[in-house]
């Protein structure tokens, strides 16, 4: 018996208006808030301009073990006494780095959230990082990494990054890795505080705002702030080169190899921004994509791939991602370059375009169902300085874009004779049929 199953087809996209927003300046900081009539959870988040770009050569983590300290207790309260104050409220505080911000979450019911924001503002502005306290959070860190360095990918990720953002700290893992945690210091995490986060910022908040003091939840969040935000610094000069390079990360006895092939892309605010993601759906970014189909249901390489372009406020880059068989490494990686290779030259077809821009706008609306979620959009909204209608036109412009402005950015932004493709494996067994496929110098990671 033979099973045919048609795929369904795209429908027509559903209406979505993002929520009412509103703002509010106090205390020498801003809020930003999303009005949720008649929702009873609300959420709030203080974003700093106090990202992991701001560490220190040799210190990549600092933010990070800072922001997992925050939660340790503060100058007012030990751990135990703040923990059951946040549980009292039945409310969570969730820390978060980024390259540009620090950024500091909480949940609470609507009628208890000025109180749980006092506590988020009372751990981010007077935390009380005991030495003992901070050495065992980073240590907790440091084996936290070298426990995932010990699996494949975090080694193949670094490699690709040094090499296509060089020495500098957007040339490390975004929270460090084993050695650079390791160097942090207590004084280190101190004075990231002092230097970083005693400004104002801004507070993000999602919930009913009828029953909401938006002045007195930004004095809570700004209370005790001096200074200035810093000024926001501009994109990375960058380029792609005209050859590809190859990088082998050896995995001895691997039974896999872990690619990471991708090159450098320009920064958010690129006006190509619609075009390239939905390009990139249709290339990689989706189950249904061209990768997906040829690399794993036709070829059965892999269990997954996927290509996409991430995108921040200084820099963006493209990258494919998979793990595949090490004996079909080679024609993986032959497979997935003609993939690019025809996005770029051929563009993409009006049947595969409906696709992703139906996902596209579908997944903007469905995730935005939660004042968590709203308060993380708000939050891209200050981060990259985006027009308050930003979600309503972007998703018009998903629905909207041609198969001529989608594959023109194809044919601009996707370089696959500029790619660096990182292979972590089994060295032995794959480096002669890599080196005779012509489709690179190879060379050896000193990672």
């Known amino acids: 018996m033979t099973l045919v199953a048609t795929r369904p087809g795209t429908g027509e996209a559903r209406p979505y208006t993002f929520p009412e927003i509103r703002r509010v300046a106090v205390s020498g900081g801003t809020v930003i808030a999303a009005h949720l009539p008649g929702q009873l959870l609300a959420s709030a988040m203080l974003m700093l301009e106090a990202g992991a770009a701001h560490e220190s050569d040799g210190r990549e983590g600092t933010a990070t073990v800072l922001a997992k300290s925050l939660e340790e207790g503060t100058r007012a309260r030990d751990s135990a006494a703040y923990a059951l104050a946040l549980e009292g409220l039945g409310a969570e505080l969730s820390p978060a780095v980024d390259w540009d911000s620090f950024r500091v979450g909480v949940s609470a019911p609507v009628p208890l959230l000025l109180d749980a924001v006092r506590l988020a503002g009372e751990a981010v502005r007077t935390p009380r990082l005991d030495p003992a306290d901070v050495l065992r959070v980073r240590d907790d860190e440091v084996t936290a990494l070298r426990m995932d360095w010990a699996q494949p990918g975090p080694r193949a990720d670094a490699t690709l990054r040094a090499d296509l953002f060089g020495t500098g700290r957007f040339g490390r893992p975004l929270h460090g890795d084993p050695t650079s945690v390791a160097a942090v210091t207590v004084d280190d995490v101190v004075a990231f505080h002092q230097g970083w986060l005693l400004r104002a910022g801004v507070l993000l908040v999602a919930g009913d705002l009828d029953t909401l003091d ?20 501009g994109p990375l000069p960058w380029s792609v080169r005209e050859q590809r390079k190859i990088i082998l990360v050896d995995r001895p006895g691997s039974v896999q190899s872990t690619l990471r092939i991708g090159h450098r892309a320009p920064e958010r605010a690129n006006p190509d921004y619609v075009s ?166 190879v060379e050896t990671a000193s990672i």
Do not use: C
């Open 276 to 441: 390239m993601t939905l390009a990139a759906t249709v290339l990689g970014g989706a189950f249904t994509s061209r990768l997906n189909h040829l690399i794993r249901e036709v070829k059965g390489y892999t269990y997954g791939i996927r290509g996409s372009y991430a995108m921040s406020r200084r820099f963006g880059r493209f990258e494919v991602a998979a793990g595949v068989q090490t004996a079909v490494t080679v024609p993986a990686i032959v497979d997935t370059l003609g993939e690019i290779d025809r996005t770029q030259l051929d563009g993409i077809t009006e049947d595969e375009l409906a696709v992703a821009r139906s996902w596209r706008a579908g997944q903007l609306s469905v995730e935005m169902q939660t004042p968590g979620a709203i308060v993380g959009a708000l939050s891209t909204l200050v981060l990259h300085n985006l027009p308050d209608d930003y979600y309503p036109t972007v998703r018009r412009e998903y629905l909207e874009a041609t198969v001529e402005q989608v594959s023109a950015a194809a044919a601009a932004h996707l370089h696959p004779k500029g790619l660096t493709l990182v292979i972590e494996g089994d060295a032995a067994v794959i480096r002669d049929e890599l080196t005779a496929a012509g489709i690179g110098d």
């Open 214 to 233: 938006l002045a007195a939840l930004g004095a809570a969040a700004f209370a005790g702030t001096t200074g200035e935000p810093p000024a926001p610094a």
